[in-house]
């Protein structure tokens, strides 16, 4: 399993306007094939700052989405909300503590 974290700073007046579009399209992100689970986050003090939590089956599989319509009409459309540049890690887990 891959996990995929983007770290995406909004300009604040378009943080209402990414919500909205993230909402319209994470039913369709989420039950893409090799999509096992999808969060969104806010940053506690800085409201302007989101990020995307997402678990993928493989590289393969994102690599997939990343390559698709709905990840180009998606990432086309958060791009020109953005007031810095966004930065993104794959990464698998090693270990978990309950």
Same mark, same amino acid.
């Given at each position: ?19 909205d579009n993230f909402d319209v399209n994470k039913e369709k992100i989420r039950n893409f094939p090799g999509c096992r ?14 990020? /995307? ?33 966004? /930065? ?11």
């Amino acid at each position: 399993m891959l996990i995929r974290i983007v770290r995406m700073t909004f300009q604040e007046d378009k943080v209402k306007a990414f919500q909205d579009n993230f909402d319209v399209n994470k039913e369709k992100i989420r039950n893409f094939p090799g999509c096992r689970h999808l969060e969104l986050w806010q940053d506690e003090n800085i409201k302007n700052i989101f990020m /995307t939590y997402s678990h993928w089956d493989s590289e393969e599989a994102l690599n997939q989405y990343r390559d698709s319509e709905l990840f180009k009409s998606v990432w086309t459309y958060t791009k020109t909300l953005f007031a810095d540049k966004p /930065t993104a890690f794959s990464v698998k887990k090693i270990e978990e503590l309950p």
